[in-house]
């Protein structure tokens, strides 16, 4: 302990022997003397951001800047970070005044004057902003002014702002900062007495649309100019909908010119009355979608609308247009459901470009759709507009079918100028490239197949053999005494009605003109194929009754006349009557593929072939019965089999060719279907002689008893002789094929 205060005591003295002074804090030693420390001078900022430092005598304090206050409270204060920005936007009412904006920045605040509003310099301090008379440098004319705030209209300053007081005749459509637009209410004028039914439904249209129109023309205040645009766009979908019920015709393409200009101009009229920049309607004839963009300044920048079947791609400058800019663009896709169904025929121009060429048939394979802009000049667009139109019937691209988009003109017809296909487009979809606007859609072009030399030779060779083929079949079954009955006169009849079919067919396929040799063709190769399967099922209903009745099998030939041959009559006066102008069409002598009289001929055919399938499974299935018990007629159940097989086979044949037909016909075919077409439908007969004729033993064993009475006469002399010597044995062979005649089927 006494060592310790000995060590102490030296270290002060030796301390104060070198003149060393210890100050304390706030203090700094200067030779023997402690002097005051500028802590705001040293380069470590104590008081942190945003707030300014003071030096007192051995300390010091800091204060926030202006715009910043501390968040603990305390106006003086010795730490870092407690200063905060002050919003004086909120927590001062109105700061800048009625007429201006606060905007809050660090430290201070900002303001601008509101729209309608200028700085006024005259006016010291915040909120200095004071109305401007924006109707002052306006030039009031009664002419229409590109550079006029109203155009025609009146303006009136209000405080912020002003409104357009349009005169009669013009309208603004209840925007009270936009330009007065003219309106040609009389447009709005039904067209003149026709006897269409349609027109009477236009009229409520134009009437409607007048009214609205003489309406929106009068001269009103803001106050007094709301429009309801969403409830008179519904008004005219639904009378829209009326016309195109199925209680209306629009059977003039004129009809449809007026239909469709109404709409456009009426939706064209309604579009800057809406409230939304995106409207939707749907009803069960139409599909619209609208967009409009309203403004002081003119749009920018793409329009892409799309529907069920259709989209449209464009941009605003195409919508708006270059003119004087009225205070709003629009721009709508309107899609009508069913109208494809009354343009079916208007293809004269189209036609009348195809001339010198393969003549095509032509179809709507799309939904009509219209496009509507604000821009009033659309017949030549600076940029094109892209619509895709969805196909009704999904087809790819052939060499029998193509694509084409086509445009309704004013001359109430189809046409094609102006508008192109783009590869984007496939199956499904076209995309057509359009320079001008009006109401589109996609027509399917069917090219007839052009028949090569070789495809014409095959068809009249086997055409040749089979003619050859159906004379041995009639005169075999004519004449052929040991199978006569009821399946051999069937078996007649069907060669008779194939042979005249083929020779028809042969002579007058191609022959059009004229029209009405044409329409004869058409008629007796409808009355012969038809002929054909109707004893096709005669023959089935045979079969049935030959395996089920067993006994009394045979049909009386009167009965086998009146339905094989008064049943297709029957159907192709019905056809005739119906649709006259349907036998006939402009590359075949052949029923038309329009307004379905197709079907008066696939019709009976898909019936027949159907009942034919019920009786051939019902006959397999007895068969097999009567094989599977303990005594069978082996005998008869082979022949029972085999004319089975031979009836399936035959139906299987004349079934399957005109498969081929159907999709010939319909101009989807390629050269390779033609030829399989062309060999069915040739040899058909070749066929039936083929499986009625050689494959039957009782037909081959008279050819041979025929051909060896040809060839060896003396012995047909002889045997005439052992006749007559021996008449009880031509008495027994006499009876003998009564016998057969008389059972009817028992020879088979």
Wanted: hydrophobic fraction near 35%.
């Amino acid at each position: 302990m006494e060592c310790g205060k000995e060590l102490l005591l030296l270290g002060f003295m030796w301390v104060v022997a070198k003149g060393i002074t210890t100050c304390p804090n706030g203090f700094i030693s200067q030779g023997r003397d402690c002097i005051d420390q500028n802590e705001c001078a040293d380069p470590e900022d104590h008081c942190g951001k945003y707030a300014k430092c003071f030096n007192t005598n051995g300390s010091y304090y800091c204060q926030c800047l202006a715009g910043y206050q501390n968040i603990r409270g305390s106006v003086n204060f010795t730490y870092d970070g407690q200063c905060q920005d002050i919003n004086e936007c909120t927590d001062h009412e109105n700061m800048c005044g009625p007429a201006s904006l606060c905007s809050n920045t660090f430290g201070s605040y900002k303001c601008t004057c509101r729209s309608g509003y200028m700085n006024d310099t005259s006016v010291s301090g915040q909120g200095n902003c004071v109305d401007i008379n924006e109707c002052e440098n306006d030039e009031l004319t009664t002419d229409l002014m590109a550079d006029s705030l109203c155009g025609v209209g009146t303006c009136k300053n209000v405080d912020g702002s002003y409104w357009c007081r349009c005169p009669k005749g013009y309208t603004n459509y209840g925007n009270a900062r936009t330009p007065c637009s003219e309106l040609d209410c009389d447009s709005f004028i039904a067209p003149g007495t026709s006897p269409s039914p349609s027109l009477s439904g236009l009229a409520a249209i134009f009437s409607m649309m007048k009214t609205s129109c003489l309406a929106l023309s009068a001269p009103t205040a803001p106050e007094e100019g709301k429009t309801d645009g969403e409830a008179l766009l519904e008004k005219l979908f639904t009378a829209t909908e009326s016309i195109l019920s199925p209680v209306q015709l629009l059977d003039r393409g004129e009809d449809v010119t007026d239909l469709l200009h109404t709409v456009e101009d009426s939706i064209r009229f309604i579009g800057p009355q809406l409230k939304h920049n995106s409207t939707r309607i749907e009803t069960t004839e139409t599909d619209a979608e609208i967009a409009v963009q309203k403004g002081e300044t003119r749009p920018t920048g793409p329009v892409s609308l799309t529907g069920e079947n259709a989209r449209l791609d464009t941009d605003w400058d195409t919508a708006s247009g270059t003119g004087p800019y009225p205070g709003f663009a629009m721009a709508a896709l309107l899609s009508y459901k069913n109208l494809d169904k009354y343009v079916k025929k208007s293809f004269d121009e189209l036609r009348a470009q195809e001339k010198g060429n393969a003549d095509p048939s032509f179809h709507i394979n799309s939904k009509v759709v219209s496009v509507v802009v604000s821009n009033p000049a659309t017949e030549n667009l600076s940029q094109p507009v892209y619509i895709t139109l969805r196909h009704v019937e999904a087809s790819e691209e052939s060499e029998g079918l193509k694509y084409m988009c086509v445009y309704w003109n004013d001359r109430g017809a189809w046409a094609t100028d102006g508008c192109s296909r783009q590869e984007a487009s496939n199956a499904t979809h076209t995309v057509c490239r359009c320079q001008h606007l009006s109401s589109f859609a996609v027509l399917m072009a069917l090219y007839p197949m052009e028949h090569t030399f070789g495809l014409q030779l095959v068809t009249r060779i086997c055409l040749v053999i089979s003619l050859l083929c159906l004379v041995m079949s009639i005169f075999t079954f004519a004449f052929c005494h040991s199978i006569k009955g009821t399946r051999t006169t069937i078996h007649l009849h069907l060669c008779i009605c194939l042979f005249v079919a083929d020779l028809v067919f042969l002579a007058g396929i191609s022959q059009t003109k004229p029209v009405g040799g044409c329409r004869f063709v058409a008629a007796l190769l409808h009355y012969s194929f038809l002929g054909v399967f109707t004893w096709m099922l005669l023959e089935g209903v045979q079969l049935y009754r030959m395996v089920v009745l067993v006994f009394n099998a045979t049909m009386r030939p009167l009965y086998l006349y009146m339905f094989g041959y008064g049943a297709p009559l029957g159907i192709v006066i019905i056809s005739a009557i119906i649709r006259p102008t349907g036998y006939g069409t402009e590359q075949y002598c052949w029923l038309s593929l329009k307004d379905g009289l197709i079907w008066s001929f696939f019709g009976p055919v898909c019936v027949i072939i159907v009942m034919n399938v019920l009786f051939f499974i019902i006959t397999v299935w007895k068969l097999a019965l009567k094989f599977a018990s303990l005594n069978p007629d082996l005998s008869k159940l082979h022949k029972i089999r085999a004319f089975t097989v031979t009836a399936i086979a035959q139906m299987c044949i004349l079934g399957l060719m005109w498969v081929f037909g159907a999709f010939l016909f319909e101009g989807a075919a390629n050269s390779a279907l033609a030829y399989i077409f062309t060999i069915l439908n040739s040899l058909q007969g070749a066929l039936v002689f083929v499986m009625h004729c050689l494959l039957s033993k009782q037909v081959r064993d008279e050819y041979a008893h025929f051909f060896s009475c040809i060839c060896t006469p003396e012995k047909k002399r002889y045997s005439d002789l052992l006749s007559s010597t021996n008449p009880s044995s031509s008495q027994s062979q006499s009876q003998g094929s009564r016998s057969g005649q008389n059972t009817g089927e028992s020879q088979i």
